[in-house]
């Protein structure tokens, strides 16, 4: 079924946020005689826009076009990129997330390569220039040796 576009969806980009959150608990796992031992658990609610089309209710690929239509609508999901992109860079490299996982939504999510190639940009070789008097020389000098 259709959905309207209200403005008032921009402010509540900003409430889905606040639900959002990256906590860490710590408590103590065993107590030693010469050290105790700490375990450590993320409990997170990453920001997503899946997420914030269902705290909405509308369809994401809603929330897709109306990207396209409306610049300011797209500035507001703009701020649930960043927010996610901070959890996980910063869940990543404080290593309480897991890092396949983290690894797969950077380079879906936020354009992260493995490796890029800084010689062609990603882009395909062009095609070598052949001389063709190169190659007369060439085949000269190998009949020369056969004979």
């Keep these: 079924r259709p959905t309207v576009y209200k403005e008032e969806y921009i402010n509540k980009v900003d409430e889905y946020l606040a639900q959002c959150?990256?906590?860490?608990?710590?408590?103590?796992?065993?107590?030693g005689e010469?050290?105790?031992t700490f375990e450590r658990i993320a409990k997170i609610?990453?920001?997503?826009?899946?997420?914030?089309?269902?705290f909405i209710g509308?369809?994401?690929?809603?929330?897709?076009e109306w990207e396209k239509i409306y610049p300011i609508f797209s500035d507001a999901?703009?701020?649930?990129?960043?927010?996610?992109?901070?959890?996980?860079?910063?869940?990543?490299?404080?290593?309480?997330?897991n890092p396949t996982i983290v690894k797969l939504m950077l380079s879906?999510?936020?354009g992260y390569t493995e490796k890029n190639d800084i010689t062609t940009n990603g882009k395909d070789l062009p095609t070598p220039i052949i001389s063709l008097d190169a190659l007369s020389t060439n085949n000269s000098v190998q009949e020369d040796s056969e004979s």
């Design 108 to 110: 879906n999510n936020h």
């Design 21 to 31: 959150h990256f906590d860490i608990e710590e408590w103590h796992k065993t107590r």
């Design 34 to 36: 010469k050290s105790d």
């Design 58 to 64: 509308v369809n994401k690929d809603t929330l897709y």
């Design 45 to 54: 609610n990453l920001p997503k826009i899946e997420g914030f089309a269902e």
């Design 77 to 97: 999901l703009d701020k649930i990129r960043i927010r996610q992109h901070n959890y996980l860079v910063d869940g990543g490299l404080q290593n309480m997330l």
